[in-house]
Structures are given as structure tokens and as C-alpha cells.
């Protein structure tokens, strides 16, 4: 089982030390494609969190079955396989969130954070903590997603929750700045996500020096990151 | 452990590919039953959904049958972008045609096909046009479809409503930056002009083919 100090560390690592999107900068190519407003960020998290916790927890329970050699294809085979059944399923017996989450879903195949945190984390690790690891990595994606998204609808167009209706009908998005704000393209088009994503990277490095600094220990090595998409 | 009980490297081989091969059986398997097993609640939602769709087309006054059911195949049809035999509904109004519904598909969307239902009168005029299934950009292409469009009172999509060639001549048949006449929002040019030009193809076709379009009721 799974004691609460474990779930407690999963948990700062996934939110803040590993976070998938700010530190270890993984999944850009469909994180900044669709962080161009906060309700989109937040919809491909929510998917992302299903599909990482399932993935983690079938992969480590069948991680004894799998030889090292062939274990890239097989965690490959297992993640798509394991994104089409939710596709499938959600299509078949949630239409309603379908209609919401669906085309949010397939972009997750191609997110190499999940085969990341596989490899890393559920082919060593017991199903359960596999399965937190998962479903904590898909919720530091959340609150990262949900803030770069939140900024680029914010600047680029100066609205927040723009595609609420779609979740509660009655809702409508919020004008935050004046109605006649011209808009900043540039935030919504990829480069301004690279840019915002740099920013809110450098936030987290200078937040960590300087509690590293009150703490009166050597200031930590930023975290070499090896992005991928 | 003794050198002959040492795995050869063929061995190994024949070993590994054979594991490789039943994860593959067991999870296509998977797969396959779930497909199964999932086919025909999507099937009907997307039935559901068609109707929806075709009802936000074409105003309710301009038919009184069922359209399901009046629905013809066509053949591949390359002026409309399908490849494969698509559904073409007819409305009728006390008995005569009043309009057509075609399914139409733009095969150079920013990524990958843009379907559409576009729903023309029997006067040439084009009803409506709804964008039903697509992967555009979420956030910078999908205003294309009215759900997703900022524009809550005139979207995007309904500038096609009541356009016909008699209005609007082919050449102004574009979006503005080609010198059209249809609006386009900045930094997403390619959906809107292959809807533009889907479209346009698909009204021509229709009118050369009017008549036999709208006597395929009988």
C-alpha cells in the first residue's frame, strides 16, 4: 500500500521539483498548441490526468513481464492502446464530455510526458504509487496549463474562461479587460507561449533561489531539462 | 550459472520478439473488443449529433419530412471532397423539394479534413453551412465552428447563410487577404480558405446538378 509520506513527496514532486511542464518541459508540442485559452489548458490536463494514472498503473503492474530490451515499444503499444480505449469509451458512454474533452484526447498519444513518466516512474515503481504519480503529474499540468493558459487568453484577448458555455451552459466568459482591447496576437500564436512558458519557468527558478536563500543553503542548480514534443 | 545455460543471442532474439508479439495480441485485443463493444453507442450519438447538425442548417419552416429517412447516397464525388460515397438529405415542403443538405468535405484544413454539412435551397441559395467534425487549432482555427466562435451573434460560419452565386461572384468567392469578399480572423488563414473554397465547389456543383439532385425525391 501506499503510506502518506509517499503520496505527500509524489505529490511536491509532481506539483513543483518535477513539475512536467515548468521543470522537467516535456509534451510541449501539444501543450503550447492548445494553451491558448485557460478552459483549454485545463480540459487537455483533465485528460492527461486520466490517461497518465491508467497508463502508470497497467504499466507497473505488468512491469515484471516486460524485458528491458523491448520495453520502449511495449510501454508505446500499452499508452496508445490505453488512450484509444478512454477515446473510445468516453465517445461511447459520456458523449456529453465527449463533446468537451474529445479532441483532446488523441493529442495525448503524441505527449511524450506520459511515456516519460513510464519510464521513469511506473516501470520501477508499485501500481499504486504509479497510479498517484500519474494522476499527480497530469495535476501539476493542470495548475501550469491552467496559468499559461489563463496569461495568453488574458493578453492576447483580455477575456478569461472564454469556452465555459460548452461545460455549463448558463456560464459566460469573463471580460476582464476593457471590451475594447485591441488584443496581442502574439500571445496566442506559439511563439508567446514559448515566451510566457520561459517566464514562468524563470518565476519558478527565482522563487526556489530565494527560498533557498532564506534557508541559508547553497542556491540549487536549476534543473537541466531536456525538453522534448 | 554454467556457460552452456548462458541464453544465446538468437535465443535471446526468438525470446524477446516473441513477448513483443503477445503484448501486441493481448493489447490489439483489447483494443478490437473495445471497438466492438463501443461501435454501436457511437454510431447512434453520431446519428443524433447529424441530425442536430442538419437542423441548425436549414431553417425548420423549409422542410416538413424526415430527413433521415429521405437521405440518398451519392457516389465518390470529387467537387464536394469526398472520396467515399457521402449522404445527400432532401427537404421537402408539402410534398415538393425545397432544399438540398450535402455532406461535404474540405481536404486541406490546417490538419487534415474539415467536414461540413451544407445546406442549399432549391432556389440556389445556400441555407446554412456547419462545420460538423474537424482538428483545427483549438483556440486560433475552431472559430470555424459556431460553438467555439467568440463572435456569439453573427459567428464566422454564418456569413455563408443566403449567399448565392447571383450575390456573390465567383471571383469574390475568398477570404479577404486572397481579395474575397469573407472575413478571416488573423493568424489563422488556412481553415477559413479551405471552408471558403469547400464551399464554393460544392454550391457550383450543386447548381450544375441541380435538377437531378432535387428529383431524387421520387
Redesign the interface.
Same mark, same amino acid.
Given at each position: 500500500m501506499i503510506t502518506w509520506a509517499e503520496l505527500k513527496t509524489i505529490f511536491q514532486n509532481s506539483n513543483w521539483n518535477q513539475n512536467p511542464c515548468i521543470v522537467q518541459i516535456l509534451g510541449l508540442c501539444p501543450l503550447l498548441a492548445v494553451s491558448t485559452n485557460l478552459i483549454n489548458g485545463v480540459m487537455l490536463a483533465l485528460a492527461t490526468i486520466i490517461v497518465m494514472s491508467l497508463s502508470g498503473f497497467v504499466v507497473s503492474l505488468l512491469r515484471h513481464l516486460i524485458p528491458y530490451e523491448i520495453r520502449i515499444p511495449v510501454f508505446i503499444l500499452i499508452a496508445a492502446t490505453l488512450v484509444t480505449v478512454v477515446d473510445l469509451s468516453i465517445n461511447a458512454f459520456m458523449h456529453e464530455m465527449y463533446l468537451i474533452l474529445g479532441i483532446f484526447i488523441p493529442l495525448i498519444v503524441t505527449n511524450c510526458i506520459v511515456l516519460a513518466r513510464i519510464e521513469a516512474y511506473a516501470a520501477k515503481q508499485k501500481p499504486l504509487h504509479s497510479l498517484f504519480d500519474g494522476a499527480f503529474m497530469g495535476m501539476g499540468l493542470l495548475w501550469t496549463l491552467g496559468l499559461l493558459g489563463g496569461l495568453r487568453e488574458l493578453i492576447g484577448g483580455g477575456t478569461l474562461f472564454s469556452g465555459i458555455e460548452s461545460i455549463v451552459p448558463t456560464w459566460t466568459a469573463l471580460q476582464i479587460l476593457p471590451a475594447d482591447y485591441p488584443g496581442f496576437m502574439l500571445a496566442i500564436l506559439p511563439p508567446g507561449a514559448f515566451i510566457l512558458l520561459g517566464c514562468m519557468i524563470a518565476a519558478k527558478n527565482w522563487l526556489d533561489a530565494r527560498a533557498a536563500a532564506q534557508a541559508k543553503l547553497p542556491p540549487p542548480e536549476p534543473v537541466a531539462t531536456a525538453g522534448c514534443h | 550459472m554454467p556457460f552452456s545455460k548462458e541464453p544465446t543471442a538468437a535465443g535471446m532474439a526468438v525470446? &524477446?520478439a516473441l +513477448?513483443?508479439f503477445l *503484448? @501486441?495480441v493481448a *493489447?490489439t485485443t @483489447?483494443?478490437a473488443s473495445?471497438?466492438a463493444? &463501443?461501435a454501436p453507442? +457511437?454510431q447512434a450519438?453520431a446519428a443524433e449529433e447529424e441530425m442536430r447538425m442538419i437542423k441548425e442548417t436549414l431553417p425548420q419552416a423549409l422542410y416538413d419530412n424526415d430527413l433521415l429517412k429521405d437521405a440518398k447516397e451519392l457516389p465518390a464525388t470529387a467537387e464536394i471532397g469526398q472520396d467515399q460515397p457521402s449522404k445527400v438529405y432532401l427537404a421537402t415542403l408539402q410534398g415538393k423539394p425545397s432544399a438540398i443538405v450535402l455532406q461535404v468535405v474540405a481536404p486541406d484544413g490546417y490538419s487534415g479534413k474539415i467536414r461540413m454539412l451544407v445546406a442549399v435551397r432549391s432556389n440556389g441559395e445556400l441555407a446554412g453551412v456547419r462545420v460538423t467534425q474537424h482538428?483545427e &487549432?483549438?483556440?486560433?482555427g475552431d472559430y470555424i465552428d459556431p460553438?467555439?466562435d467568440?463572435n456569439k451573434t453573427r459567428p464566422w460560419i454564418s456569413q455563408f447563410d443566403g449567399l448565392s452565386f447571383a450575390k456573390r461572384t465567383e471571383k469574390d468567392w475568398a477570404v479577404k487577404k486572397d481579395g474575397g469578399q469573407f472575413d478571416a480572423n488573423?493568424?489563422a488563414t488556412v481553415t477559413p480558405r479551405a471552408v471558403v473554397k469547400a464551399v464554393r465547389k460544392a454550391l457550383r456543383w450543386a447548381e450544375a446538378n441541380r435538377e437531378q439532385l432535387l428529383a431524387n425525391s421520387k
Open positions: - | 525470446r &524477446t +513477448i513483443l *503484448f @501486441v *493489447f @483489447v483494443l473495445m471497438h463493444l &463501443t453507442a +457511437i450519438s482538428k &487549432t483549438p483556440g486560433l460553438k467555439k467568440k488573423a493568424g
